[in-house]
């Protein structure tokens, strides 16, 4: 037998951990073309609240596909190949990283998982949401060389890697917003940001007019609603919005988290000549080996880390959904089962 996350109840608003529970299970068996794997870590996404929220049936084909009442979660996880069925180009002891998270073990077809060289000090590493990052500044937007970055939800799991990527990647000066100021600190003494900015502070235009007095030039987008507006207004002439995300929706406190409404001024898109992108890593998969090929070499030279949590005990795993929609974390949160 082995444990996994089930979803017990939907939650109306954030996710808490009573709407979760943890049930014994029978290790699966690999069947032709599948293998089993032991979870070593499954990440826990925040965003997962669009897949297990209320009226997250309405909507299959969202990126984020419904998870039933009594279904285990499902997400990032890096696990060891334990077992292989009939003609899985897998053999055990390999390194997977799969969609079969939230629980102890997974068997998934080999076809879907992506195998990793177990060549990170920190084998937790291969679950760093920095690929996203990395994709979006190398193929959603070209990084301004020595220009100026903003980073949206900064200390989250995107972009908490992001200032440093984007600087890796030729930015002059990189800014990043969160909730707290001692958050804020945090992006400045620990993440590489230049500026690290508060929403609890006030609005994030009037904060951005005295750290970013020139405008931005790149913005990443991994909020939505009101801080889409606070972009129109903050990035200079002929900059890029990059739209990643919807946090604002996704975590927001009541509602489906399926939407980020913003009100925007559209006219300074045309008198700045300005460019919205929407992206997502998924379209430039190829993007991926050379991204862990740099992060390698970034980590060895120390010039890039990877800020996570481990929460030890898969019984602890909905409580750490709980804190991490909350924004309770810092950094990619992980469950080591
Ligand atoms: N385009 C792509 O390829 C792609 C791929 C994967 C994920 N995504 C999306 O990218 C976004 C970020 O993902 P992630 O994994 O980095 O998120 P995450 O780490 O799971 O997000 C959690 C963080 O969101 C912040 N937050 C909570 N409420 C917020 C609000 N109202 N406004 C701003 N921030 C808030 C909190 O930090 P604070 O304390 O800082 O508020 C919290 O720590 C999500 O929308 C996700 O769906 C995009």
């Not at 400045?188 to 020139?214: K, N, S």
């Not at 090929?293 to 990877?306: H, N, P, Y």
Request: include cysteine; aromatic fraction near 6%; glycine fraction near 12%.
């Amino acid at each position: 037998m082995h444990r996994e996350v089930r979803l017990a109840r939907r939650p109306e608003g954030l996710p808490e951990a009573r709407h979760l529970t943890v049930a014994a299970a029978p290790i699966p068996v690999a069947g032709p073309g599948e293998v089993l794997a032991r979870n070593l870590y499954f990440r826990v996404d925040a965003s997962i609240r669009m897949a297990i929220g209320a009226g997250a049936e309405a909507s299959p084909d969202a990126p984020f596909p419904p998870i039933a009442e009594g279904a285990p979660l499902a997400g990032e996880a890096l696990g060891e190949v334990v077992a292989a069925g009939p003609g899985a180009d897998l053999a055990p002891g390999d390194l997977v990283l799969h969609r079969a998270g939230w629980r102890e073990y997974a068997c998934v077809p080999a076809a879907a998982c992506l195998k990793v060289a177990d060549d990170l000090a920190d084998r937790a590493a291969h679950l760093s949401h920095g690929w996203t990052a990395y994709a979006a500044l190398t193929r959603g937007a070209a990084v301004p060389q020595g220009g100026t970055v903003f980073v949206s939800s900064a200390a989250g799991a995107i972009g908490s890697m992001a200032g440093r990527i984007a600087r890796l990647l030729g930015a002059g000066r990189v800014i990043g917003a969160t909730s707290s100021p001692a958050k804020a600190r945090r992006l400045v003494d620990e993440l590489g940001y230049d500026v690290g900015l508060a929403r609890e502070a006030g609005p994030l235009i009037a904060q951005l007019a005295v750290a970013a007095p020139d405008g931005i030039d790149l913005w990443l987008d991994l909020v939505g609603g009101d801080q889409f507006s606070a972009a129109v207004d903050s990035v200079r002439p002929g900059g890029r919005i990059l739209v990643l995300g919807a946090l604002s929706g996704q975590l927001a406190a009541s509602g489906t988290g399926r939407t980020a409404p913003a009100m925007i001024d559209s006219f300074p898109l045309l008198l700045k000549r300005l460019s919205i992108r929407g992206y997502s890593a998924d379209d430039d998969p190829e993007a991926r080996a050379e991204w862990t090929r740099r992060f390698g070499e970034w980590l060895e030279r120390g010039e890039i880390g990877f800020p996570h949590v481990v929460v030890e005990g898969i019984e602890q795993a909905p409580a750490a959904l709980e804190a991490a929609s909350r924004g309770r974390h810092f950094g990619v949160v992980l469950v080591r089962p």
